[in-house]
């Protein structure tokens, strides 16, 4: 609930024009990585808020189409874009679910790089709720995760996507000191 109230969020405030490069990444990264966590977990209840994190990135990407513009991806959307590849390689041709989903959670941290130095020259380029929603939502996964513990690597997707929206979240609420 906290992750599709922080999309909501989100898409009320977003710009005139969205990096579509962007968002194509994270819609479609997101959903490859909710079909590697399921495979790794093999828990739909550790998977919820990783679908529901994919379904509300592709709503906005499809609600970015119309208001967006692609942009030249750049070197930290080609490392995506090439991270995302080499996950996808290594799951599904060499069955190596755990260390693919490493890679994209590598992955997911290098996305953030372009919008966390944006929110840093520019806070107010981010509003802080949908971040902050979508921190609490990745805390209480991790908590869903830790309870039904199984392996460590299944609380690395909810812990880095806590820490990198925690991230912009704290930098955008600095719009008031700048």
Avoid at 53 to 76: E, H, M, Q, Y
Avoid at 90 to 102: A, D
């Amino acid at each position: 609930m906290w992750q599709v109230w922080g999309h909501v969020q989100y898409n009320r405030e977003v710009g005139t024009s969205p990096n579509l490069t962007s968002w194509t990444l994270w819609g479609w990264t997101s959903l490859i990585d909710t079909l590697n966590y399921a495979d790794m977990t093999g828990d739909w209840q550790k998977n919820l808020l990783s679908a529901t994190c994919a379904i509300a990135s592709i709503v906005t990407w499809v609600l970015c189409l119309s208001k967006g513009k692609f942009k030249k991806p750049d070197r930290f959307e080609c490392l995506t874009l090439i991270a995302c590849f080499v996950a996808i390689i290594l799951w599904q041709n060499f069955g190596l679910v755990k260390e693919s989903n490493l890679v994209l959670q590598v992955d997911n941290a290098i996305s953030f790089i372009p919008i966390i130095s944006g929110v840093i020259r520019n806070p107010s380029k981010e509003k802080p709720a949908a971040w902050m929603l979508w921190t609490v939502s990745y805390i209480l996964g991790t908590l869903v995760v830790w309870l039904r513990f199984e392996q460590w690597n299944d609380l690395v997707y909810p812990i880095n996507n806590a820490i990198l929206c925690l991230i912009i979240g704290a930098l955008a609420l600095r719009k008031g000191r700048t």
